[in-house]
């Protein structure tokens, strides 16, 4: 616990008052509408901003637990009313910011990074959300608050996560899938951990409907990302990137977007560190859907006038096909304090674009792929223009999506190439061996 610092909750819609924290809190209890942690920004601004930046220089060298955790590590910004028993932590964040120069060169960009938050305990930046809410769950039922478990609605990644803290922490975890709509390896993490894994006849937003129907009763904790102690983890995401560009932004994060508590942590945390003089300007952001999944594209194209929940289409990119966003009000604050702008791709867009970063050197799950594809049409529309710089976040590690690796695009690569998908048979013996080589080194030259 950092003592002095303070949060509550409140209405992101504006309506007064303070809801402390502590409880079981999800929506605002005059209007229904979404809470946020708010910080009390006095106390933080009397630390300055040269203050702020050598002191997570400082805990950036120490690998003391729970200074490891690039979330507890910036907990006076986080959940400062954590005590020290009760963090949950799996070493989540302090996750790499990749340059991709020659993809870079490729846009006439100056600068392209991947900011890799799949590099993490479960392989995706839900557990950076996770280690918040589940610490805050322990803390709350150590302080005698009736709590059973904890639960979510999730398309593969949030479940991995909210099981692994889950475990970590000894809380009964259940979570509820669309069945057949994950993984094989996002299915094995749940059941790995222990958790109780309920697969549902429906689709994501079927799912969602069904936990938050559950949980309703409070005894059951809600660990989706409308839950607002997920957004305050997964907003370290820019801490990290601003630090990482040593105390500067890029001019364009694209960010792939489902649920939309992502783009909105993200966001947040931007506009805090402009707010602690942290940074001196925000980054534009670029929000990445799947095109079968895009109502808040479809809610860009009316000035978010309109918002209609949409029967998501399937789409390589699981992790994303939602068509009911939760976190829809929060993404659009965020949205218009940030110049944002909203693309959607094709299916065969984000294969393409995930094959062609796997060119340069990632191994990029398909939400990265719409994102890299986003990025790629906003460069031929001029929205993002030449010498930019930009970061795109890749949300989940590629190893959890082997079929879409093994079945990628074949055609459609730089030059028109084909690209082999299977490895080379040959018998054992080393003449035939180098002439093959020669050959396939041959055959690169000429693409
Ligand atoms: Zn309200």
């Not at 992790?319 to 993404?331: D, F, K, L």
């Amino acid at each position: 616990m950092v003592k002095r610092f303070s949060c509550w909750y409140a209405c992101i819609r504006g309506c007064e008052g303070r809801i402390p924290m502590g409880g079981t809190v999800y929506e605002c209890p005059r209007c229904g509408g979404l809470v946020d942690v708010e910080h009390d920004l006095d106390t933080l601004k009397e630390r300055s901003a040269e203050e702020w930046k050598s002191l997570f220089r400082e805990r950036s060298a120490a690998a003391a637990w729970p200074m490891s955790s690039g979330v507890w590590s910036r907990r006076e910004l986080v959940l400062p009313s954590i005590r020290d028993e009760h963090i949950v932590s799996l070493g989540e964040g302090r996750t790499p910011l990749v340059p991709l120069p020659r993809l870079a060169r490729a846009l006439a960009l100056r600068e392209l990074w991947v900011k890799q938050c799949g590099t993490s305990a479960t392989g995706s930046f839900k557990d950076l959300g996770m280690t918040v809410l589940v610490s805050a769950v322990r803390q709350a039922i150590s302080d005698g608050a009736p709590l059973r478990a904890v639960a979510c609605a999730s398309t593969g990644d949030t479940s991995a996560a909210l099981a692994a803290y889950g475990a970590a922490a000894g809380i009964p975890t259940i979570v509820f899938l669309p069945r057949g709509k994950v993984t094989p390896a996002q299915l094995a993490q749940p059941l790995a951990n222990g958790a109780i894994v309920l697969a549902l006849d429906g689709d994501f937003d079927d799912c969602m409907r069904v936990v938050r129907d559950v949980t309703a009763d409070r005894t059951i904790y809600l660990a989706n990302s409308l839950n607002a102690l997920r957004i305050e983890g997964q907003k370290t995401v820019a801490i990290e990137i601003a630090e990482q560009l040593g105390w500067s932004v890029p001019d364009w994060v694209v960010v792939p977007c489902g649920n939309l508590g992502n783009v909105a942590a993200i966001g947040k945390g931007f506009l805090l560190l402009r707010e602690l003089d942290l940074i001196d300007r925000l980054p534009r952001i670029a929000a990445a859907q799947a095109q079968n999944a895009d109502p808040l594209y479809r809610s860009y194209q009316t000035d978010f006038r309109r918002f209609d929940p949409q029967q998501a289409r399937a789409t390589l990119a699981t992790a994303i096909q939602i068509g009911n966003p939760v976190s829809y009000e929060r993404a659009v604050l965020v949205l218009r304090q940030l110049d944002g702008v909203v693309e959607h791709a094709s299916e065969e867009e984000l294969s393409i674009a995930a094959a062609r970063a796997d060119l340069n050197g990632t191994y990029a799950c398909p939400q990265t792929g719409v994102a890299l594809a986003c990025l790629e049409k906003l460069v031929a529309k001029r929205t993002v223009r030449v010498g930019e710089s930009v970061v795109v976040v890749s949300t989940a590690h590629g190893l959890k999506f082997t079929a879409f690796k093994a079945g990628g695009p074949e055609q459609g690569l730089s030059g028109g190439g084909t690209r082999r998908r299977e490895p080379i048979e040959l018998r054992a013996n080393a003449n035939v061996v180098m002439d093959r080589i020669d050959r396939e080194l041959a055959g690169l030259g000429r693409e």
